[in-house]
C-alpha cells in the first residue's frame, strides 16, 4: 500500500555538465555549433544519394539510412539538452522522458543492426563480387534496411513499458544530460533490479549480437584483402571499408562499455563523456567520414555544385 506521505514525481531535473554560466555558455555553443553540422552534413548525404543516379546502389542505400537515423538520433537528445544548459532549473516532465528513452533506445539498436547490414554489404562485395548483384537486389536492400528499422523499435518497446509502470516518489534529479536508463532507475522508489537486468540482457543481445556479426563480416573482408595480389587492388578495397569500421569502433565501444561491462568502476562523470560519443561525437563524424573518404560521394557533391552554380 502507497504511503500517505510519498509524492509521486511528475518531472525530472536534469543536472547537465555544469552550473558555471561561463562553461555553460560554451557548451551551449560548443553544441548548437554540432547539432547544425550533423543535421545539414546528414541531410547533404541524403539529398546526394537520391539525386545522383549513381549512387543508387545498396551501399549508399544504407548510409542513407544511416543518415537519416543520425538525423533523428541527435534531434532526440541534443535540442532538449540546449534548452537545458541556457535554463536555470531544467526540468523534463515524466511523459517526455519515457518518451525520449524510447526513441533512444530503438534508435541505437537500429543502428546496431543498419551496420551490421552494411558490413554485410560490404562483405558480399569484397568477398563475393561475382554474386554481388544476385545477392544484394534492390528487394534485398530495402528488406533488410526495413528489418533494421523495424526490429530495433519493436525490441525496446517492452523494456520501456516495463520503465513507465515503474513509480518513482524521489528524489528527482537525473544526473545526467538526457534520460538516459540506468541514470533514471536509480531514482525509482522500488528495487529496479528486475528492470536492470531486462535492459543488461537486452543491451548484451543487440550490441554483442550485431557487433559479432559485423566483425565476422569483417574478418573476412580482411582475409580476402590480404590475398588481393595487386596493392593497388587492396587499397581499393581497404578504402571502401576504412569509414564504416571507424564508425563501427567507437560506436560499439562506447555502447557495450557503457550498457554491458559493470558500473562498479565508472562515475557520473565518465558515463556523461562516453555517452557523448554515441549521441554526438558518432553523428558529427558521420558526415565527413563517408564524404572526405569517399571518392564517389566527393564526384555527386562536385557535380551537384556545378549544376546548381550553372542554373543560377
Not at 261 to 282: D, G, R, W
Amino acid at each position: 500500500m502507497m504511503s500517505t506521505n510519498e509524492t509521486i514525481i511528475t518531472e525530472f531535473i536534469l543536472l547537465g555538465f555544469s552550473d558555471d554560466k561561463h562553461i555553460k555558455l560554451l557548451l551551449f555553443a560548443l553544441f548548437l555549433y554540432i547539432y547544425i553540422v550533423t543535421i545539414t552534413g546528414n541531410i547533404l548525404i541524403v539529398a546526394i544519394v537520391y539525386g545522383d543516379l549513381n549512387l543508387h546502389t545498396p551501399m549508399y542505400f544504407f548510409l542513407s539510412n544511416l543518415s537519416c537515423l543520425e538525423i533523428l538520433y541527435t534531434s532526440n537528445i541534443i535540442p532538449k539538452m540546449l534548452v537545458n544548459i541556457i535554463m536555470d532549473n531544467p526540468t523534463v516532465p515524466f511523459t517526455g522522458c519515457i518518451v525520449q528513452l524510447y526513441f533512444f533506445g530503438s534508435l541505437g539498436s537500429t543502428e546496431c543492426f543498419l551496420l551490421g547490414a552494411m558490413a554485410y554489404d560490404r562483405y558480399v562485395a569484397i568477398c563475393k563480387p561475382l554474386h554481388y548483384s544476385l545477392l544484394m537486389t534492390t528487394r534485398t536492400s530495402i528488406l533488410m534496411a526495413l528489418c533494421s528499422w523495424l526490429t530495433g523499435f519493436i525490441a525496446t518497446f517492452g523494456a520501456i513499458v516495463l520503465v513507465s509502470h515503474l513509480r518513482f516518489c524521489g528524489p528527482n534529479k537525473i544526473k545526467h544530460f538526457f534520460c538516459d536508463l540506468q541514470p533514471v532507475l536509480k531514482l525509482s522508489c522500488k528495487n529496479a533490479h528486475t528492470m536492470e537486468t531486462v535492459s543488461w540482457i537486452l543491451a548484451t543481445t543487440i550490441l554483442l549480437g550485431s557487433c559479432l556479426l559485423t566483425l565476422a563480416s569483417y574478418s573476412k573482408i580482411i582475409l580476402t584483402m590480404i590475398k588481393i595480389p595487386s596493392s593497388k587492388g587492396r587499397q581499393k578495397a581497404f578504402s571502401t571499408c576504412t569509414a564504416h569500421l571507424t564508425v563501427v569502433i567507437i560506436f560499439y565501444g562506447a555502447m557495450i562499455f557503457m550498457y554491458v561491462s559493470p558500473n562498479t568502476a565508472k562515475t557520473e562523470k565518465f558515463n556523461k563523456i562516453l555517452s557523448l560519443l554515441y549521441t554526438v561525437v558518432t553523428p558529427f563524424m558521420n558526415p565527413f567520414i563517408y564524404t572526405l573518404r569517399n571518392q564517389d560521394v566527393k564526384k555527386a557533391l562536385h557535380k551537384a555544385i556545378l549544376k546548381t552554380s550553372k542554373g543560377n
